[in-house]
């Protein structure tokens, strides 16, 4: 199984190897020992030779596998000197009469210290332009796809209209072609539109690549005074704002015939159907658990990832290892929703009133001003904008229902309850997205029954569409949502539970496209969390008769949506 005896309730600490004390801090690199700071300064030195050993903070262990020459590197204002220090108030290197004339009460520090702390910095930016790649990879695909479609659907328009034409008598004939030239005079704009903000993620994307070339070039650089001359300005330079484009473009009308006559030849109507998109996925790894569902999943920067099951009361983060998840803590907690705070700590629905905060750093649980009494959380979600969405409801079956949305100081800025009729919205919020147009969407299903929906909640408090799935995937089996998750791209995938579809809205809540997860031999998928970079963890669930402990979490490349 993946989850090993010895890491099951969480990962044994590494201790001082002189003294067991758990706060390691030093490594001697001629030992290979770790150490404490006490045992560094006492017991350390009792070794023989130990005052010519090499003790590195155990932070950049392993930070650079050669080692670099620090020791002349030519001051650029004083000739015959040599930089000794690096003046963090001046972002500058200094030698001995920098320091005396200039520097004297400045933050000095060691060169190689100054170094380490520019290349983490470095690796930072270079990750930022990572992900800025694959969020204008996404917006070029996505661009390509609507260019595809409007090609595509332009020759069907002019075909439609030709062949009405050779059905007109001639002397509609010169109608017939004004309304071809409108409709390319049409797709003429419409390209033209497309290709403008194409050619803006294309020369982003080659500025992209140029910036990550030259930070790439940097970071592998021997020469360190180059090094000091360049890196304030990649570091200036590596921020690249994904530009933005247009969420949605005209459409070619579409060409509605009549009758032979002038005002009724045929005339061309706005087209807003959506544009169906062409989704495409590919299994990267596959992870098998010990726990009888995933039933919530959420990726982190630092590739570890935080799953739930509440069925065994577990909370666990854990990090994919080769073929394993290797664990690295545990909770036993009964968890209905979670999500990540701006600190990185979690955000957790234990179906109580108040929201609890688990911090990642010490694992304590301790309340929050997140609070829907006299309902209990049912689900909790964060939006781009930091505000934080909770669905609440009452312990007695048919009490009340609402999905509140909260500022950082827990006021309630919106309460969605009653629609326009004074009816109530909700039986169970079950699952919470949001766009980043500001609406939200509800996964609105009861545990128990056969049946659900999405309701897309407008900022001005109305309900502005309803989704109750497919006429032809549901027409046999009702529509079940169970979990619903926001795509890079801004449109939304809502998990079908008792076809395992994956049913792919726009952001009002409009189907663009669906996908069935067992064409890839994905079963019971139940859950969805994407990374930073737009790659998809899929969490999976058990069959209800099933009492085994072996769901599977599948990590993939869903292209297109």
Known sequence: MAFSQSVRKSQVPVKCNLCENETIKWKCEDCGLLLCTNCRDTKHLKIKNAQNHKIVDIKQVGVHSEEVDFTNIRCKDHSGQS???????????????????IHKKHDLIEISEAFNTKIESLKKGQSKIQTNRTKLATNKLFLEQCKSHENEKYTKV?????NHGKSLKKAVDKYIEELKNEVSENRKAITHSIDIDLDVILRSM??????????????????????????????????????????????????????ITQAIVGVLQSDDTPVELTVTLNIISE?????????????????????NCGLDRKLMKVKPEGNN???????NLGVYGMAVLPSNDILLSLRKPRLQQLSVTTGKLTDTVYDVAPLCSSDVHITSGNKVVVGGLNSKKRGRVAVFVMNKNG???????????????FNYPNSIT????????????????????????GQGGDVINTYTGHTEINKNIPFKPIRIVTTPRDNVIVVDLETDVFHILNNVGELLTHFNAKDNAIILPFTLGFTSTGQLYIGCTRYGSSTAKEAKIYQVTLSGC
């Open 434 to 457: 949001s766009t980043s147009n500001g609406n939200i969407h509800v996964v609105d299903c009861e545990p128990g029954s056969d049946r659900g929906r999405v309701v897309v909640l």
């Open 325 to 331: 998840l290797k664990t690295i803590s545990t909770f």
């Open 158 to 162: 002019i075909q439609k209209i030709q």
């Open 83 to 101: 930089c000794c220090l690096f003046c963090n108030n001046c972002d500058s290197l200094v030698c001995p009469i920098c320091i005396a004339k």
């Open 206 to 259: 080659k500025e992209t690549e140029d910036r990550n070339n030259d930070t790439e070039d940097l970071i592998k650089a021997s020469d360190m005074a180059k090094f000091f001359r360049e890196v304030s300005r990649i570091e200036k330079s590596i921020e690249i704002l994904v530009p933005k484009t247009q969420s949605s473009y005209n459409s070619i009308p579409k060409f509605v015939p009549g009758e």
């Open 411 to 425: 006021d309630h800025e919106t309460v969605y309850e009653h629609d326009k009729h004074n009816q109530s919205i």
């Open 287 to 307: 992870y098998q658990t010990e726990l009888s569902a995933v039933l919530d999943i959420i990726p982190c920067p630092d590739k570890s990832i935080w799953i």
